[in-house]
């Protein structure tokens, strides 16, 4: 049981550029999560998605596309690379609420770490 | 939107003492509060998380006390040990949805 894998875990990419970054999860989980995370401002959600084939923004959306093809599978995209996108991404994903199940825990991967020159 | 506000951002404390961080928030209707743990070079892990009708939750040597009138929660360490440094992060949900809103992290050093 792996959890939340993310790949690639570092990258380097010019102005520009494009790129995909990948997250998977082995928990059967409804709801995945993309996060931004950068020095002083915490975790600031981009997008999210409740299940297989729906996606909504988050916080910060602007720049960055997402898809969710299959349930294990959260894919964040950016079309056109700028410095203002250098940071640290965080995947997370959690169960959906239940009636009597409570709030559920986000688990989170270990993040990649994304340069833009 | 909801705004959460934590301090202090660093906090460096000796081993055996211990350590409290705070956290505000500005929407009434949040309704959970989870403390999440970050290792260098790791993503955020959940130490512990407390619910809107409860006032205070304890594990161990880490305990969260809510004041929803206020509005602010705060995580307590207690008999610091080294393992202890790392970034932590209060976050919040609201009524809503499963989204978390992050404070900005406090940064605890535990020196032996």
């Known amino acids: 049981n792996a959890g939340v894998t993310q790949t690639p875990k570092f990258r380097v990419l010019k102005t520009g550029q494009s790129m995909t970054l990948l997250c998977a999860q082995d928990m059967n989980h409804e709801y995945m999560y993309w996060y931004r995370q950068d020095p002083g401002m915490g975790l600031r959600l981009i997008h999210y998605s409740v299940g297989e084939g729906t996606t909504a923004k988050g916080e910060v959306p602007d720049g960055y596309n997402v898809s969710r093809l299959k349930k294990q599978n959260f894919l964040l995209g950016l079309e056109s690379a700028a410095p203002s996108q250098t940071s640290v991404y965080f995947c997370?994903?959690?169960?959906?609420?239940?009636?009597?199940?409570?709030?559920?825990?986000?688990?989170f991967g270990d993040g990649t770490r994304l340069s833009i020159l | 939107g909801e705004n959460v506000e934590q301090h202090p951002s660093t906090l460096s404390v000796q081993e055996g003492d211990s350590a409290v961080i705070k956290c505000t928030y500005s929407?009434?209707?949040?309704?959970?509060f989870p403390w999440y743990k970050q290792e260098l070079g790791k993503g955020p892990q959940l130490i512990i998380d407390i619910r809107s009708n409860v006032g205070e939750k304890k594990d161990q040597r880490i305990a969260v006390t809510l004041n929803k009138t206020a509005k602010h929660f705060s995580l307590h360490i207690t008999e610091t040990q080294p393992e202890d440094s790392a970034v932590y992060f209060c976050?919040?949900?609201?009524?809503?949805?499963?989204?978390?809103?992050f404070g900005g992290g406090t940064r605890v050093l535990v020196k032996p």
């Open positions: 976050a919040t949900k609201g009524a809503a949805g499963n989204k978390l809103t």
């Open positions: 997370a994903s959690s169960y959906s609420r239940a009636p009597g199940q409570g709030l559920q825990p986000q688990h």
């Open positions: 929407d009434s209707a949040s309704n959970y």
